[in-house]
């Protein structure tokens, strides 16, 4: 994974769970080319003519709530998942190392219960309200990217999934927001959204591929409207969603109807714990289940569970039985099982969001990214969720941008 | 299914087998408004506003070389495989009457051992020579359009599935062809190619809807080039390989590399039985194995085996297992299970065919209709296999044809 | 399925639901010698050696709570379900209108208020006690057998599931819970437990096909205990506990360590309707999840769900994940998807019981019956829950019954 | 896994492939004590109290006609399939290394022309005839039993599977045999048959843990019943088959009928390999598919394929499709995916085999070992498939074995 000459921070809110870590080892492993680059969207054409930055120059760094590091992460992950090869997370060590550097103490500013129970002592920045948690944020992403002289910084949220945030009055309009977060003790927003605030204060974007409120809060996206800053979400389509985003075309496309989809997800990792509290899974099962009907035009029976099962480590497995409709009212049915790695189908879609931004950020681009859609579950504007119609939006959205590129090109 | 003044009739060989009975029953059935419209294509937007033929206007006709009627046919399907209701049966039992009158002894020149013995006596045509035989073929279509007063006929392929035809250097010219099948006992072109120069004899169109060879061969397409005649094919893309053409562009747009994609059919019908002869398993699966390596750009090792299970009558249960790697070179797996009636998923698609075939004819155009790969596991022309890339094709084929509709709209 | 000189009643509580009409169905189809005796435990050596009592001496009645007769029960099942011939329900039509005649309005006393909404006006038996409704389905099934001249009634629960009861006091004292039981409004028992009692106070004996209490209450034991009656019970094992009992004891006999057993089950009749209720569910759940901890010993992850998906009538589709250990700690999995109806499965089972129980009955022996645990997923006694043992001592039971079986024979 | 005072050979045939060095590493890890018994059925009750023979009394040698060692075959193994941890690997690598001392050249006398290919130069030894061959063996096994001052050795073939031998006439008589072995060239038996004769020669067991023909030879039984040894096979039962050997007694017991049976096998391993020549298919299908009918009673339609994906290294996955009739003809069905590690399933059994044979040999007891049967797909004598029936024969065997057991332990 090469590229051209920008250098960029990816700042991973969470970076030592699974996705950081092995977005992290992922990094290091294609610096050193010593892995291929199987997974990474941006490695495939049109995006390989695109010129995007190099694993190189991606400097690495994050907020942690927890006293894991990048390499016992991925030690874990290793021993548990039984994924990674040995060689490459002894390889990797040195830049792990380095990168871990980087890496500071979070916030729970906001967080559920179990968010904070999880935190280890010494590893949370404390903050007397909302605002001072923001403006803290803030200085720690100023002062990485001064450090490393970067030409812009990418904020990714890879951290635990949060309840569904209730709307609130306060949350339409940023002055009185900003007037509520002030106040010590505030619950107003939840930690994803103020890491949000805290990446448009220091003029860095923001992504974020958990199903978490973050930038989606209409305040928040008026305060970004003002910066230097570009954002996309949410949740990454990385397993049943996507199959459901190709496989509901098909049955649209073929007049079949669909009677019922019924989806069962068991998984092993921190985000199935999470997850197993029901006002977080709430918020997962609403970015699943939002697409059938925008695809079909029509509201099949749905419903999607979510299991938190040890025993599977980072791997998930889902099952899917969609029972439709054929010709002369005869009823058939598709089932599928997914057996994925969750960590290793996010991680490469992190690089590839943050490579895409800064490309946008470089070729002057701000504000929301509606062309990234087919990388999240729920995604921002109007797009639609089938696959195909995204990524040709996506591979578009460059084709039009080439005459330009060519210019950029030459006067750098 | 309701439409504009055209007239046509819908000619099948083998019309009295799964598929053919059940797309008999479906036109007598939504000519009678008595069923949903649920598996046509041809009544989802954009095609509604097209105005196509509507079911009243089909008339039924075919070929068949067994006793069987498309009454006993439904009949035998509703008792073993459980499809159909038997009210829709008893309604439509006189129009399936009617349309037996319109059911003539087919060839068997040109076809296997086995075939040979599925035939009844008396439901066979003899012929002296291939040419023969065509003439034939070309005077039961003639008399069936004149008599039904028709604006065009399409014949469609539904028969038993051939083995592969190996080619000849006689396959390549029409005038040496010719000479070739007017000699008695010629076996130079297997029945579905003779059909097909029948159909074009008769100014007919030819649509091949299984994996023969029927009109696929050079001299034949020279031929319908002279003809007032449009033809397409060929294998329809009903189950299995539908998934692949929407599940392999996912992987493909993700970078996930294909590994091993293993396929496994078990089906009980008579296209089951006849399959269970390994030459004509070759030309099926032929069909079947061709699209992974144009999706994805490289082979993967692939496998697909049919069975022949009569327990199951006319469904068929696919099972897929779909081996890729993901980033880190880690390797995750995809399974599927698809249970469908096989003749319930081809006949909304036969009747789709035959409508925009006759369009097409209205339309003016003839030759070969290389828009139509959404249908066919083998297209026509140099399209793709990539599902929503077919559909996007075919929509577009129709909307840019959408001024020249009106302006014939207001003639007529 | 043929036999002795015995004539018994077969009562089911719920008669005219799926299991119910499926039971009359069978039996009347049967007596006539028109369909096979697969499914029927019963119709295997060396049951077969028994002189069980035959279809045409089984005399069928019941209590229901809605308007649906056995005729459009089963007519119902066969339109949405694709179960049964319509040949056979024609055929079976007037034994089913005789059936119908000793069909009476059920009770509804300590029933949930779904169930209530669920009855039909005129088909409740209203009662101003339990005491009183006891009395009623007594008199009854007294009545029943009078007019019928049985030997012996047989009353099966085949009626919606309840939730379960939380343990009293007074449920384990039978002249206290008499007491209760008098008073007007008193809600110490569910409906399932009054008819147990019912049945015992008329000489009855009761098999509890439901997870619901039935007589599994001290006191009503302790009732039983002094009647002319049999018991056994409860909840039918005939589909994913089924498989749970024959695969958990090859991993117990394999020492492969179970680390957990996700088991998700979707079904779309009225069963599935009344589990949608959280309450009852957890009746279910109890009854399935007990059996993996006594089979291997300890207690791996256990997950069982159910969800209501009504476009699959009466079809049930479990999916089980198990995910176990092998040598030097290498984790591996089993899944299994079963695709069954759930009547057709349990149907047979409650012939069975029948005649079983009728069986014991005429060899003189009385009270609970611990030998039938093959038939339950949570089976009356210790016995445990391996299927292969729990056959074992069913067929040792009655083998050890042959000689005395042999007396009674010449006796008669 | 610890034990008596014994101290015993296991020699593998083929000692370096995945089964017999996954077998080694079990033997290394289980003396360091660091890895759990799971998978062991020699752990179990009421084995665990017959004081079987420990991992440190069990030394391990072998045949092996390719270059690998045993530490290079681990390595490979958990490289490419993801087994064993490497820090059991490193433990254990020092004790492979003394294993690897007692790993001789093999034997390619009668074997394919593929597994001719598949030996390396250096590592096979050639002999001038099968009598030959025959007596290198046997030097081998007395010379490794002289020099370990071993109570008994234990041959098992763990080798690739051979093609099925065709019966001749010579194989009834042991006579006969002996001096067709002695010519030249002679091809009259297979190389896991001479592996057999040279190790009762040499007065040591053998255990048949592949589908070849082994023992299973009538003059070679003759031979062996005038010799102080044991033996027993045939294929080991590990996965698909064993799944099969429990769910089909389970139909048969609810009188459920079967109607067809689909297995479909796909794996990765050097056996996969070998099985890719149809011959040898063969021999591994006959085993799989005689227990259906023996343990129903009927014969269902049954199918069995194996096919070769590397991409699964050691992996093997394996989905059936079980379509069977129930009450009142109603079609259901049963599906399964079996998803485990060959090797890692076997090696134990192996393991136990050897300490069961060393236990019948100190017990006194020789000849054909009919009680084993659990652990076979094609077992000796006429138990029957049933795993259950054959568990219990098993338990039974040494229950009925347990005063004698006390008396001998008195004695030593």
Redesign the interface.
Known sequence: MTGGKQRIGLWMIGACGGVGS?VA??IA?LGKRS???????T??PPFTSMNLVGADNIIVGGHEIRKQTLLSAVGEMH?ES?????E?IKACAPALGRMQKNILPGIVTGSTPKIHRMSDPGCVRRASSPASAIRAIGKDLSAFRARHRLDHVVVVNVASSEPPLAHRAVHDDYAALSRALSRSGATVLPSSALYALGAFAADCSYVNFTPSVGSRVKAIEEFAAGRDVLYAGRDGKTGET??KS??A??F??????L??W?G?N?LGNRDGMVLDDPRVKASKLRSKDGLLSQIVGYTP?A?T?I?Y????SDWK?A?D?I?F?????????????????DS??A??LVIDLARLTAYEYAAGRRGRMVHLG?FFKDPEGMGGH????Q?RHLSEHYAADAPSRKRRAKRT
Chains 1, 2, 3, 4 share one sequence.
Not at 82 to 86: A, I, K, T, Y
Not at 252 to 257: I, Q, V
Not at 309 to 312: A, D, E, F, H
């Open positions: 092995t080892l992922g492993a892995v291929s680059t199987t997974g990474l969207v490695e495939l021993a039984n994924v990674f090869r040995l490459t996507l199959l190709v496989l075309p098909m649209a496309m073929r007049n079949l109807k009677k019922s019924i069962h068991v029976l419903h569970s299991e099962v040890p025993s599977l497995v099952w039985f029972h409709e054929g010709f002369l009212e005869t009823k058939m049915s598709l089932q599928f099982v997914w057996t994925g790695s290793i189908l991680a490469p087919c089938d696959f195909s119609e990524w």
